[in-house]
């Protein structure tokens, strides 16, 4: 079979022809050029965050609907022509891998000891869960971090602003002001620049990401904290037979959260409630909720527990590139200290 061709005119004034690939490569396509895709259904699909083919194309056609509120059969027709026109390929050497990691932003705690714990502090474009008992000081590093994003980046800062979506009812304008002040920071500039929505169960937990989106197309995002994160879920699917489809929306809710933070380059903090394990001999039973799926999702797992003196030590017990280790935190007024 002939590949088609393109004929053009080199310097010499004569014509040569130009595979189609070549110039294919050089025009990328956009969701536009899918078969079937009007301005309304390319608006929808965009607005459900599907800004690329790759996104499209490595979907089901069933979570396409209900995410871009679609049929079905029209899903279906769309993933097939995504799959046709997105680059799959998708590999890049180590080199290339490694630039791109340059990208990558290091958020201050406040602790110098924490930071080192975590290689220069919290990374961008991860997922780092928080676990521990109650009064554990949670919400509170959920708090100065919150601050910390204001920051300029020379001040340990990200310079960008917050998403806070709140499950427990426990986050508090005046702890912010409180720690903003201790910063130097203007407490009511802080307030204006940290977002923040109740909700109120795992459906709504779930549209609030789905906002965020939405938002986030006009406010510079750089860090989004749920606290709690398994809250709602552990209330609402309870026994063992609800556990499947637990997982499955918990799944769904932590993939939304690491696409927002690989496009805004951007940090998601997750707090997470425990339980006790009462088959533990010996050691610390305390287990963190959420099993396998919060697990394999987090990039970062610190584990927070009470110490001596109001201090806590926080462990980090899971990351890519890190060894396991401790730190010790003091929650003082002016947020967390060494």
């Known amino acids: 079979m002939a590949s088609k061709k393109k004929t053009a005119t080199n310097m010499d004034g004569e014509e040569e022809d130009i595979p189609m690939a070549e110039i294919e490569e050089e025009e990328e396509a956009t969701i536009e050029d899918l078969p079937g895709v009007g301005p309304a259904t390319a608006e929808k699909l965009k607005e459900a965050g599907f800004d690329d083919l790759l996104a499209i194309a490595v979907m089901s056609p069933t979570e396409l609907a209900e995410q871009a509120e679609l049929g079905e059969a029209v ?100 702890r912010i002001a409180q720690m903003a002040e201790a910063v130097g920071m203007d407490p009511e500039d802080a307030l204006e620049r940290i977002h923040v929505a109740r909700a109120y169960n795992s459906a709504h937990q779930m549209l609030l990401v789905d906002e965020i989106k939405r938002m986030s197309k006009t406010i510079d995002v750089k860090l989004i904290i749920v606290d709690s994160l398994t809250s709602h879920f552990r209330a609402e699917y309870v026994g063992r037979g609800m556990l499947a489809p637990r997982q499955q929306k918990l799944n769904r809710h932590l993939k939304e959260l690491k696409q927002l933070s690989d496009v805004h380059n951007a940090l998601v903090l997750v707090t997470n409630q425990v339980m006790s394990n009462p088959g533990t001999m010996w050691g610390d039973p305390t287990k963190a909720i959420g099993g396998h799926i919060v697990g394999h ?35 003082v007024s002016e947020g967390i200290r060494d």
Do not use: W
Request: proline share 3%; net charge positive; hydrophobic share 35%.
């Open 297 to 331: 999702a987090s990039t970062f797992r610190l584990y927070l527990r009470k110490s001596k003196g109001g201090r806590r030590v926080a462990r980090l017990i899971d990351s890519p590139n890190l060894p396991e280790g401790d730190a010790v935190i003091s929650v």
């Open 75 to 174: 899903s279906s027709k769309i993933i097939q022509g995504a799959k046709k026109l997105a680059n799959i390929g998708g590999f890049l050497s180590g080199s290339k891998l490694l630039d791109r990691r340059k990208q990558v932003q290091k958020l201050s705690s406040g602790s110098s000891a924490l930071d080192e714990l975590l290689g220069g502090g919290f990374e961008t474009q991860s997922i780092c869960e928080v676990f521990g008992e109650f009064g554990s000081g949670k919400t509170q590093i959920g708090h100065q971090l919150a601050v910390n994003t204001l920051m300029p980046l020379d001040q340990g800062g990200l310079a960008g602003e917050v998403f806070y979506i709140d499950t427990e009812d426990t986050f508090r304008p005046e």
